[in-house]
């Protein structure tokens, strides 16, 4: 399927909001204390989703196991964007296949579109990015880029018993709008338009 990739996101002045899913133990010591703590295990791969209903979508609005809680995190505009100076698509859609193989080997930041999704879980006709991350470049963003950790799970329960009757309303959602990603290296290489 064809559809624009494009950064959608609740942004603001200098920090854009992204979105995980985690087991309690790990959301409750990162809200508590606006970090990740001893309970996360940085040497696994983490991907952050910038698109609230696709986070909606992949863990089941929360219900799936070890992703029952919905974490925001708001990092700096200029974190987010030295990310995706570094990602290498996680598939080979812009480069030959050994420049790609040798790119993606070398990286520790990944991107990945996949459909962005509607309340209803329906495929949209845009792409919702996903960006990996592990090793050196987990531990920059979660140290140094990240500003403030709001634990979105109370609201999450609530709206998705409103989505189960029919009354949830796109109003009633994070804000999201186009993010400006100007770079044209980054939109070359993570395929954007």
Known sequence: MK???????????????VYQAYCQEIAEEAVRLQKFGEYYNFSRMTWIKPSFLWMMYRSAWGTKKNQEFILALEIKQESFLNLLS?????????LPGQDWEKQFSETEVYCQWDPDRSITGTALQRGAIQIGIKGQAIKEIFQNGIVRIEDMTPQVRKWNQLRKNNRLKAKDLPSEKLFPVEDKKIRKNLNMG
């Not at 570094?86 to 812009?94: D, K, N, S």
């Open 3 to 17: 559809y624009t990739k494009e950064v959608f996101a609740e942004y603001h002045k200098n920090t854009i909001r």
């Open 86 to 94: 570094q990602a290498v698509l996680t598939a080979p859609e812009t």
